[in-house]
């Protein structure tokens, strides 16, 4: 199985910062990374998938960047509606698998 | 607009079968894509469980696949999970989501509410 790696697992920031979460993959994944948002009693919601496309409808603070086995998701701007929960997903072979989850707190 | 439901019991006994879902409209599951299921115990995170295309080919997880069936019901357009002998380390929201991967590239992106199953005696 392709293990995910996410850091750090918790992070305090405040509004309009600047915030990048990591994703490592213990093998090569290309570029078939996700990043999902969830909050409290809600489902996952894809931010952006293949490593860097954002979902359609998804604000453009939101970015994504890397390829293999290292991955960034980047919030250019934090919002008050961004605090969160942020997983990332391999789905380059099955099992697909899911990081450990940042949380994104406020300051 | 493509929507899941998850139903099914929410208390299950320990060592017995979990048994749940997925009602799908705004496409058809014959259509093509996989279904998957995804669980997340409370305050942790999300575990793949397995995917299914509407012909009955599955994809499952390694660490549970001696306990877990997933059969396609095209005529009801519902895919289906059964989990045996659960214990509660089986308790957690259970999400039922499109996995469109092997067609469109893409990771899950239509999911259900979840729902929230209790393995307790």
């Known amino acids: 199985d392709i293990q995910m790696t996410q850091s750090p697992s918790t992070l305090s920031a405040s509004v309009g910062d600047r915030v990048t979460i990591t994703c490592r993959a213990s093998?090569?994944?290309?570029?078939?990374l996700a990043w999902y948002q969830q909050k409290p009693g809600k489902a996952p919601k894809v931010l952006i998938y293949k490593a860097s496309t954002l979902e359609s409808g998804v604000p453009s603070r939101f970015s994504g960047s890397g390829s293999g086995t290292e991955f960034t998701l980047t919030i250019s701007s934090l919002q008050p509606d961004d605090f969160a929960t942020y997983y990332c997903?391999?789905?380059?072979?099955?099992?697909?698998?899911f990081g450990g989850g940042t949380k994104v707190e406020i300051k | 607009q493509v929507q899941l439901q998850e139903s099914g019991p929410g208390l299950v006994k320990p060592s017995e079968t979990l048994s749940l879902t997925c009602s799908v409209s705004?496409?058809?599951?014959?259509?093509?894509?996989?279904w998957g299921w995804i669980r997340q115990p409370p305050g942790k995170g999300l575990e793949w469980i397995g995917s299914?295309?509407?012909?009955?080919?599955?994809y499952y997880n390694p660490s549970l696949k001696s306990r877990l069936t997933m059969s396609p019901d095209t005529s009801n357009n519902q895919f289906s999970l059964k989990l045996s002998s659960v214990t509660a380390a089986d308790t957690a929201v259970y999400y039922c989501?499109?996995?469109?991967?092997?067609?469109?590239?893409?990771?899950?992106?239509?999911w259900g509410q979840g729902i929230l199953v209790t393995v307790s005696s």
């Open positions: 997903q391999q789905y380059d072979s099955y099992p697909f698998t």
């Open positions: 093998q090569s994944i290309s570029s078939w």
């Open positions: 705004g496409y058809s599951i014959s259509s093509g894509y996989y």
């Open positions: 299914i295309f509407y012909s009955g080919n599955t």
């Open positions: 989501a499109r996995d469109p991967k092997s067609i469109a590239g893409r990771p899950f992106d239509y």
